[in-house]
Protein backbone atom coordinates (compact mmCIF):
# COMPACT_ATOMS: atom_id res chain seq x y z
CA UNK A 1 0.00 0.00 0.00
CA UNK A 2 2.62 2.23 0.94
CA UNK A 3 4.45 1.81 -2.17
CA UNK A 4 1.55 2.55 -4.17
CA UNK A 5 0.77 5.42 -2.36
CA UNK A 6 4.08 7.08 -2.93
CA UNK A 7 3.69 6.09 -6.67
CA UNK A 8 0.18 7.84 -6.84
CA UNK A 9 1.73 10.98 -5.04
CA UNK A 10 4.49 11.16 -7.60
CA UNK A 11 2.66 10.87 -10.30
CA UNK A 12 0.42 13.94 -9.36
CA UNK A 13 2.96 16.01 -8.59
CA UNK A 14 4.92 15.67 -11.81
CA UNK A 15 1.34 15.89 -13.55
CA UNK A 16 0.69 19.59 -11.55
CA UNK A 17 4.33 20.47 -12.33
CA UNK A 18 3.85 20.35 -16.34
CA UNK A 19 2.21 23.57 -16.90
CA UNK A 20 5.07 25.57 -14.68
CA UNK A 21 7.83 23.22 -16.94
CA UNK A 22 6.00 23.69 -20.18
CA UNK A 23 5.55 27.33 -18.92
CA UNK A 24 9.00 27.84 -18.10
CA UNK A 25 9.95 26.89 -21.63
CA UNK A 26 8.12 29.23 -23.30
CA UNK A 27 9.52 31.95 -21.22
CA UNK A 28 13.00 33.28 -22.15
CA UNK A 29 16.05 32.26 -20.29
CA UNK A 30 18.97 34.33 -19.15
CA UNK A 31 22.26 32.38 -20.33
CA UNK A 32 25.34 33.07 -18.16
CA UNK A 33 27.69 32.29 -21.09
CA UNK A 34 25.78 35.23 -23.12
CA UNK A 35 25.73 37.73 -20.35
CA UNK A 36 29.49 36.96 -19.53
CA UNK A 37 30.17 37.26 -23.47
CA UNK A 38 28.12 40.63 -23.65
CA UNK A 39 29.32 42.04 -20.54
CA UNK A 40 33.14 41.40 -22.15
CA UNK A 41 32.05 42.81 -25.27
CA UNK A 42 31.26 45.60 -23.72
CA UNK A 43 34.45 45.90 -22.15
CA UNK A 44 36.43 45.47 -25.51
CA UNK A 45 34.08 48.29 -26.81
CA UNK A 46 34.51 50.64 -24.41
CA UNK A 47 38.66 50.26 -24.57
CA UNK A 48 38.33 51.62 -27.51
CA UNK A 49 37.18 55.18 -26.75
CA UNK A 50 40.84 55.81 -24.92
CA UNK A 51 42.42 53.75 -28.28
CA UNK A 52 40.63 56.48 -30.01
CA UNK A 53 42.15 59.42 -28.33
CA UNK A 54 45.39 58.18 -28.66
CA UNK A 55 45.06 57.24 -32.63
CA UNK A 56 43.53 60.89 -32.78
CA UNK A 57 46.30 62.43 -29.97
CA UNK A 58 49.22 61.33 -31.55
CA UNK A 59 48.36 62.69 -35.20
CA UNK A 60 48.02 66.05 -33.91
CA UNK A 61 50.60 68.53 -33.20
CA UNK A 62 51.88 68.68 -29.52
CA UNK A 63 50.06 71.68 -28.04
CA UNK A 64 47.21 69.92 -28.98
CA UNK A 65 47.37 66.76 -28.15
CA UNK A 66 45.31 67.37 -24.46
CA UNK A 67 42.82 68.81 -26.15
CA UNK A 68 42.17 66.19 -28.90
CA UNK A 69 42.48 63.31 -25.73
CA UNK A 70 39.58 65.58 -23.96
CA UNK A 71 37.29 65.68 -26.69
CA UNK A 72 36.91 61.39 -26.46
CA UNK A 73 37.69 61.25 -23.07
CA UNK A 74 35.24 63.84 -22.13
CA UNK A 75 32.23 62.00 -24.14
CA UNK A 76 32.06 59.24 -22.12
CA UNK A 77 31.07 60.81 -18.90
CA UNK A 78 28.56 63.43 -21.33
CA UNK A 79 27.03 60.70 -23.41
CA UNK A 80 27.04 58.21 -20.46
CA UNK A 81 24.53 60.01 -18.35
CA UNK A 82 22.47 61.25 -21.88
CA UNK A 83 21.97 57.83 -22.83
CA UNK A 84 20.32 56.78 -19.37
CA UNK A 85 17.99 59.62 -19.40
CA UNK A 86 16.43 59.27 -22.28
CA UNK A 87 19.26 58.67 -25.49
CA UNK A 88 18.41 54.79 -25.36
CA UNK A 89 14.79 55.64 -25.26
CA UNK A 90 14.78 57.30 -28.27
CA UNK A 91 17.21 55.04 -29.92
CA UNK A 92 15.68 51.35 -28.81
CA UNK A 93 12.29 52.52 -27.14
CA UNK A 94 8.99 51.19 -28.92
CA UNK A 95 8.28 52.83 -31.94
CA UNK A 96 6.67 55.94 -31.71
CA UNK A 97 6.60 57.48 -35.07
CA UNK A 98 6.41 55.56 -38.10
CA UNK A 99 9.71 54.14 -37.47
CA UNK A 100 11.61 57.47 -37.07
CA UNK A 101 12.06 57.37 -33.43
CA UNK A 102 11.42 55.73 -30.29
CA UNK A 103 9.25 56.31 -27.72
CA UNK A 104 9.33 56.74 -23.45
CA UNK A 105 9.18 53.28 -22.87
CA UNK A 106 13.25 54.09 -20.77
CA UNK A 107 13.42 57.23 -19.56
CA UNK A 108 15.85 56.92 -16.67
CA UNK A 109 16.83 53.37 -17.81
CA UNK A 110 13.69 52.64 -16.45
CA UNK A 111 12.58 48.92 -16.87
CA UNK A 112 16.08 48.35 -18.06
CA UNK A 113 17.39 45.52 -15.54
CA UNK A 114 17.97 42.24 -15.24
CA UNK A 115 15.23 40.93 -17.49
CA UNK A 116 15.76 40.24 -20.64
CA UNK A 117 14.46 42.62 -23.72
CA UNK A 118 12.81 42.30 -26.79
CA UNK A 119 16.34 42.52 -28.74
CA UNK A 120 17.99 39.90 -26.77
CA UNK A 121 16.52 36.84 -25.66
CA UNK A 122 19.40 35.48 -23.92
CA UNK A 123 21.04 38.41 -21.65
CA UNK A 124 19.26 41.02 -18.99
CA UNK A 125 17.99 44.29 -21.03
CA UNK A 126 20.78 46.05 -18.97
CA UNK A 127 23.23 44.52 -20.25
CA UNK A 128 22.22 44.87 -24.16
CA UNK A 129 21.36 48.45 -23.19
CA UNK A 130 25.02 49.37 -21.84
CA UNK A 131 26.56 47.31 -24.99
CA UNK A 132 24.95 49.87 -27.18
CA UNK A 133 25.49 52.62 -24.90
CA UNK A 134 29.41 52.20 -26.17
CA UNK A 135 28.51 52.86 -29.64
CA UNK A 136 27.10 55.63 -28.49
CA UNK A 137 29.56 57.29 -26.54
CA UNK A 138 32.40 56.26 -29.76
CA UNK A 139 30.38 57.68 -32.54
CA UNK A 140 30.04 61.44 -32.15
CA UNK A 141 33.94 60.67 -30.88
CA UNK A 142 35.15 59.90 -34.32
CA UNK A 143 33.62 63.53 -35.54
CA UNK A 144 36.28 65.28 -33.13
CA UNK A 145 39.31 64.20 -35.71
CA UNK A 146 37.89 66.45 -38.50
CA UNK A 147 38.35 69.51 -36.72
CA UNK A 148 41.13 68.85 -34.30
CA UNK A 149 43.07 71.80 -33.28
CA UNK A 150 40.47 74.34 -33.17
CA UNK A 151 36.50 74.62 -32.16
CA UNK A 152 36.49 75.80 -28.67
CA UNK A 153 35.52 73.36 -26.30
CA UNK A 154 32.07 74.58 -24.85
CA UNK A 155 30.54 74.37 -28.41
CA UNK A 156 32.09 70.90 -29.01
CA UNK A 157 30.15 69.92 -25.65
CA UNK A 158 26.79 70.97 -26.64
CA UNK A 159 27.34 69.87 -30.07
CA UNK A 160 27.90 66.63 -29.17
CA UNK A 161 24.89 66.40 -26.89
CA UNK A 162 22.98 67.47 -29.63
CA UNK A 163 24.42 65.72 -32.66
CA UNK A 164 23.99 62.03 -30.03
CA UNK A 165 20.21 63.14 -29.15
CA UNK A 166 19.06 64.75 -32.94
CA UNK A 167 21.28 62.86 -35.38
CA UNK A 168 22.67 59.59 -33.77
CA UNK A 169 19.83 58.24 -31.50
CA UNK A 170 17.37 58.41 -33.97
CA UNK A 171 19.45 56.84 -36.69
CA UNK A 172 20.36 54.10 -34.25
CA UNK A 173 16.44 53.28 -34.11
CA UNK A 174 15.73 53.90 -37.96
CA UNK A 175 18.10 50.70 -38.37
CA UNK A 176 18.39 48.40 -35.25
CA UNK A 177 15.55 49.62 -33.38
CA UNK A 178 12.23 48.37 -32.58
CA UNK A 179 9.53 48.94 -35.84
CA UNK A 180 12.95 51.31 -37.39
CA UNK A 181 12.23 52.10 -40.80
CA UNK A 182 15.12 51.08 -42.04
CA UNK A 183 15.20 47.49 -40.66
CA UNK A 184 11.94 47.10 -41.92
CA UNK A 185 13.00 47.89 -45.38
CA UNK A 186 15.44 45.05 -44.67
CA UNK A 187 18.46 47.23 -44.36
CA UNK A 188 21.84 45.40 -43.44
CA UNK A 189 23.93 47.16 -40.79
CA UNK A 190 25.25 44.09 -38.17
CA UNK A 191 27.65 46.86 -36.27
CA UNK A 192 27.25 50.32 -37.54
CA UNK A 193 28.69 51.08 -40.91
CA UNK A 194 25.66 53.49 -41.29
CA UNK A 195 24.54 54.06 -37.49
CA UNK A 196 28.22 55.02 -36.60
CA UNK A 197 31.08 55.14 -39.46
CA UNK A 198 28.81 56.77 -42.34
CA UNK A 199 26.94 59.38 -39.91
CA UNK A 200 30.27 60.14 -37.63
CA UNK A 201 32.21 60.76 -41.21
CA UNK A 202 29.81 63.22 -42.73
CA UNK A 203 29.17 64.68 -40.04
CA UNK A 204 33.42 65.40 -39.63
CA UNK A 205 33.12 66.69 -43.21
CA UNK A 206 30.70 69.18 -42.51
CA UNK A 207 32.14 70.52 -39.24
CA UNK A 208 35.42 70.93 -40.91
CA UNK A 209 33.47 72.65 -43.82
CA UNK A 210 31.81 75.23 -41.42
CA UNK A 211 34.77 75.72 -38.58
CA UNK A 212 36.90 76.19 -41.57
CA UNK A 213 40.32 75.02 -42.40
CA UNK A 214 43.41 75.52 -39.40
CA UNK A 215 45.59 78.65 -39.57
CA UNK A 216 48.25 77.98 -41.76
CA UNK A 217 46.61 74.48 -42.97
CA UNK A 218 49.08 73.66 -46.70
CA UNK A 219 51.63 76.39 -45.81
CA UNK A 220 52.73 75.52 -42.44
CA UNK A 221 54.19 72.02 -41.66
CA UNK A 222 51.29 70.11 -39.17
CA UNK A 223 53.31 66.91 -38.96
CA UNK A 224 51.79 64.29 -36.17
CA UNK A 225 53.70 64.72 -32.72
CA UNK A 226 53.58 61.19 -31.96
CA UNK A 227 53.20 58.19 -34.20
CA UNK A 228 53.68 55.53 -31.48
CA UNK A 229 50.86 56.97 -29.65
CA UNK A 230 48.75 56.33 -33.12
CA UNK A 231 50.16 52.58 -32.75
CA UNK A 232 49.14 52.52 -29.38
CA UNK A 233 45.57 53.65 -30.44
CA UNK A 234 45.21 51.54 -33.23
CA UNK A 235 46.06 48.53 -31.31
CA UNK A 236 43.22 48.82 -28.65
CA UNK A 237 41.11 49.46 -31.42
CA UNK A 238 42.06 46.35 -33.31
CA UNK A 239 41.33 45.10 -30.23
CA UNK A 240 38.12 46.43 -28.97
CA UNK A 241 36.81 46.25 -32.58
CA UNK A 242 36.48 42.33 -31.75
CA UNK A 243 33.80 43.19 -29.11
CA UNK A 244 32.44 45.93 -31.37
CA UNK A 245 31.51 43.51 -34.17
CA UNK A 246 31.74 39.85 -32.46
CA UNK A 247 29.86 41.20 -29.66
CA UNK A 248 26.73 42.56 -32.32
CA UNK A 249 26.13 38.86 -32.33
CA UNK A 250 24.30 39.33 -29.21
CA UNK A 251 25.00 35.36 -28.28
CA UNK A 252 28.54 33.70 -28.00
CA UNK A 253 27.62 31.53 -30.88
CA UNK A 254 28.95 30.48 -34.55
CA UNK A 255 27.87 33.94 -35.54
CA UNK A 256 29.75 36.12 -33.13
CA UNK A 257 32.60 33.81 -34.86
CA UNK A 258 31.60 34.70 -38.51
CA UNK A 259 32.06 38.29 -36.77
CA UNK A 260 35.47 37.60 -35.58
CA UNK A 261 37.15 35.83 -38.10
CA UNK A 262 35.58 38.45 -40.72
CA UNK A 263 36.55 41.30 -38.78
CA UNK A 264 40.65 40.69 -38.18
CA UNK A 265 40.84 39.26 -41.82
CA UNK A 266 39.30 42.24 -43.19
CA UNK A 267 41.64 44.45 -41.20
CA UNK A 268 44.89 42.47 -41.98
CA UNK A 269 43.54 43.00 -45.42
CA UNK A 270 43.25 46.74 -45.39
CA UNK A 271 46.74 47.07 -43.45
CA UNK A 272 48.26 45.03 -46.38
CA UNK A 273 46.97 47.13 -49.36
CA UNK A 274 47.63 50.36 -47.38
CA UNK A 275 50.98 49.94 -47.37
CA UNK A 276 51.26 48.28 -51.02
CA UNK A 277 49.13 51.35 -52.10
CA UNK A 278 51.28 54.04 -50.56
CA UNK A 279 54.89 52.20 -51.50
CA UNK A 280 54.00 52.38 -54.80
CA UNK A 281 52.83 55.99 -54.71
CA UNK A 282 55.43 57.62 -52.22
CA UNK A 283 57.95 55.25 -52.63
CA UNK A 284 58.26 54.46 -49.12
CA UNK A 285 55.73 52.63 -46.60
CA UNK A 286 54.95 54.49 -43.18
CA UNK A 287 53.82 53.06 -39.96
CA UNK A 288 51.28 55.99 -40.11
CA UNK A 289 49.97 53.96 -43.34
CA UNK A 290 49.74 50.75 -41.81
CA UNK A 291 47.80 52.03 -39.17
CA UNK A 292 45.32 53.94 -40.95
CA UNK A 293 44.94 50.67 -43.48
CA UNK A 294 43.92 48.33 -40.37
CA UNK A 295 41.70 51.11 -39.43
CA UNK A 296 39.58 51.34 -42.55
CA UNK A 297 39.62 47.58 -42.76
CA UNK A 298 37.93 48.01 -39.43
CA UNK A 299 35.50 50.59 -40.90
CA UNK A 300 34.36 48.32 -43.97
CA UNK A 301 33.76 44.94 -42.47
CA UNK A 302 31.52 46.38 -39.85
CA UNK A 303 28.23 46.34 -41.79
CA UNK A 304 28.83 43.02 -43.28
CA UNK A 305 30.79 41.41 -40.24
CA UNK A 306 27.66 39.02 -39.32
CA UNK A 307 26.68 38.76 -43.20
CA UNK A 308 29.29 37.93 -45.37
CA UNK A 309 31.73 35.14 -45.27
CA UNK A 310 35.68 35.50 -44.99
CA UNK A 311 36.96 35.39 -48.40
CA UNK A 312 34.22 38.37 -49.12
CA UNK A 313 35.63 39.95 -46.04
CA UNK A 314 39.31 39.82 -47.69
CA UNK A 315 38.13 41.32 -50.85
CA UNK A 316 36.43 44.25 -48.23
CA UNK A 317 39.37 44.91 -47.14
CA UNK A 318 41.90 44.77 -50.00
CA UNK A 319 39.66 47.35 -51.96
CA UNK A 320 38.77 49.85 -48.75
CA UNK A 321 42.22 51.37 -48.73
CA UNK A 322 42.76 51.86 -52.15
CA UNK A 323 39.40 53.73 -52.00
CA UNK A 324 40.04 56.04 -48.89
CA UNK A 325 43.73 56.47 -50.00
CA UNK A 326 42.01 58.37 -53.01
CA UNK A 327 39.92 60.32 -50.83
CA UNK A 328 42.33 61.15 -48.64
CA UNK A 329 45.39 62.05 -51.31
CA UNK A 330 43.41 63.23 -53.97
CA UNK A 331 39.95 64.40 -53.30
CA UNK A 332 40.75 66.28 -50.28
CA UNK A 333 44.02 67.91 -51.26
CA UNK A 334 41.71 68.68 -54.60
CA UNK A 335 38.45 69.99 -53.11
CA UNK A 336 41.25 71.93 -50.24
CA UNK A 337 38.82 71.20 -47.38
CA UNK A 338 40.01 70.47 -43.72
CA UNK A 339 39.35 67.47 -42.74
CA UNK A 340 42.09 67.56 -39.98
CA UNK A 341 42.76 63.49 -39.08
CA UNK A 342 40.63 62.36 -42.07
CA UNK A 343 37.31 61.77 -39.68
CA UNK A 344 35.48 61.20 -43.31
CA UNK A 345 38.68 59.85 -45.85
CA UNK A 346 38.34 57.07 -43.03
CA UNK A 347 34.99 56.75 -41.57
CA UNK A 348 32.64 58.32 -44.12
CA UNK A 349 34.11 56.60 -47.71
CA UNK A 350 35.02 53.77 -45.82
CA UNK A 351 31.59 53.15 -44.26
CA UNK A 352 29.82 53.71 -47.60
CA UNK A 353 32.08 51.16 -48.97
CA UNK A 354 31.36 49.04 -46.30
CA UNK A 355 27.91 49.39 -46.35
CA UNK A 356 27.47 48.82 -50.24
CA UNK A 357 29.75 45.83 -50.30
CA UNK A 358 27.33 44.35 -47.64
CA UNK A 359 24.97 44.40 -50.46
CA UNK A 360 27.37 42.89 -53.01
CA UNK A 361 28.43 39.76 -50.41
CA UNK A 362 25.21 39.18 -47.87
CA UNK A 363 24.60 35.62 -47.66
CA UNK A 364 21.68 34.00 -46.24
CA UNK A 365 23.40 31.11 -45.26
CA UNK A 366 25.59 32.77 -42.71
CA UNK A 367 22.64 35.07 -40.59
CA UNK A 368 19.22 33.73 -41.45
CA UNK A 369 18.40 37.82 -41.29
CA UNK A 370 19.42 38.20 -44.60
CA UNK A 371 16.48 38.76 -46.90
CA UNK A 372 17.83 39.48 -50.13
CA UNK A 373 21.26 37.56 -50.99
CA UNK A 374 24.03 39.75 -52.13
CA UNK A 375 24.43 40.58 -55.93
CA UNK A 376 27.56 39.01 -56.60
CA UNK A 377 25.92 35.57 -54.77
CA UNK A 378 22.21 36.04 -56.52
CA UNK A 379 22.75 38.23 -59.37
CA UNK A 380 19.86 39.88 -57.63
CA UNK A 381 20.40 43.87 -57.32
CA UNK A 382 18.03 44.28 -54.33
CA UNK A 383 19.98 43.90 -51.41
CA UNK A 384 22.52 46.52 -52.93
CA UNK A 385 20.05 48.62 -53.79
CA UNK A 386 18.58 48.61 -50.26
CA UNK A 387 22.11 49.59 -49.27
CA UNK A 388 22.40 52.42 -51.47
CA UNK A 389 18.99 53.56 -49.95
CA UNK A 390 19.77 53.53 -46.59
CA UNK A 391 23.26 55.27 -47.13
CA UNK A 392 22.21 58.00 -48.83
CA UNK A 393 19.17 58.50 -45.90
CA UNK A 394 22.31 58.12 -43.34
CA UNK A 395 24.21 60.84 -45.38
CA UNK A 396 21.47 63.52 -45.63
CA UNK A 397 20.21 63.10 -41.91
CA UNK A 398 23.98 63.73 -40.85
CA UNK A 399 24.56 66.68 -42.90
CA UNK A 400 21.35 68.57 -42.50
CA UNK A 401 20.71 67.97 -38.72
CA UNK A 402 24.87 68.43 -38.30
CA UNK A 403 24.70 71.85 -40.54
CA UNK A 404 21.31 72.93 -38.61
CA UNK A 405 23.02 72.23 -35.28
CA UNK A 406 26.01 73.75 -35.89
CA UNK A 407 24.97 76.99 -37.17
CA UNK A 408 22.11 77.50 -34.14
CA UNK A 409 25.27 77.25 -31.85
CA UNK A 410 27.32 79.73 -33.69
CA UNK A 411 24.34 82.25 -32.98
CA UNK A 412 25.08 81.95 -29.50
CA UNK A 413 28.95 81.20 -29.25
CA UNK A 414 31.65 81.46 -31.38
CA UNK A 415 32.53 77.79 -32.91
CA UNK A 416 36.41 77.82 -33.26
CA UNK A 417 39.07 79.49 -31.08
CA UNK A 418 40.52 82.81 -31.95
CA UNK A 419 43.87 83.19 -34.16
CA UNK A 420 46.38 84.02 -30.78
CA UNK A 421 44.38 80.68 -28.83
CA UNK A 422 45.02 78.78 -32.07
CA UNK A 423 48.66 79.91 -32.15
CA UNK A 424 49.05 79.22 -28.46
CA UNK A 425 47.99 75.77 -28.72
CA UNK A 426 44.46 74.31 -26.87
CA UNK A 427 46.04 72.54 -24.78
CA UNK A 428 46.72 75.98 -23.04
CA UNK A 429 43.97 78.00 -24.12
CA UNK A 430 41.34 75.42 -23.06
CA UNK A 431 42.11 73.51 -20.61
CA UNK A 432 45.18 75.02 -19.23
CA UNK A 433 47.50 72.05 -18.93
CA UNK A 434 50.21 71.41 -20.77
CA UNK A 435 51.20 67.51 -22.16
CA UNK A 436 54.94 68.30 -22.46
CA UNK A 437 56.16 71.17 -20.01
CA UNK A 438 59.64 72.88 -19.92
CA UNK A 439 60.22 72.48 -16.10
CA UNK A 440 62.76 74.98 -16.40
CA UNK A 441 59.85 77.29 -15.12
CA UNK A 442 59.54 79.28 -18.45
CA UNK A 443 56.86 77.72 -19.84
CA UNK A 444 53.99 75.29 -18.54
CA UNK A 445 51.63 75.24 -15.45
CA UNK A 446 53.80 76.14 -11.94
CA UNK A 447 52.26 72.48 -9.64
Not at 252 to 270: C, E, K, P, R, S
Not at 279 to 299: Q, R
Not at 348 to 368: C, H, Q, R, V, Y
Amino acid sequence: MKKKFFALLFTLLIIVSLPIFAFAEGEPKIDAGDTTFSILSTALVFIMIPGLALFYGGMVRKKNVLNTMMNSFIIIGLISVQWVLFGYSIAFGQDAFHGLFGGFDFLGFKGVGADPSGYAATIPHGAFAMFQLMFAIITPALITGAFAERMRFSAFLIFTLLWATLVYDPLAHWVWGSGGWLLKLGALDFAGGTVVHISSGIAGLVAALVIGKRKGYRTTPMIPHNIPFTLIGTALLWFGWFGFNAGSALAANGLAINALITTNTAAAAGLLSWVIVEWFHHGKPTLLGAATGAVVGLVAITPGAGFVGVLPAILIGLAVSPICYFGVSVVKAKLGYDDALDAFGCHGIGGIWGALATGLFADKSINPLVQNDGLFLSGDPKQLIIQALSVVVTIALSAVLTFVILKVISVFTKLRVSEAEEDEGLDITQHGEDAYPDFSGEQGIAL
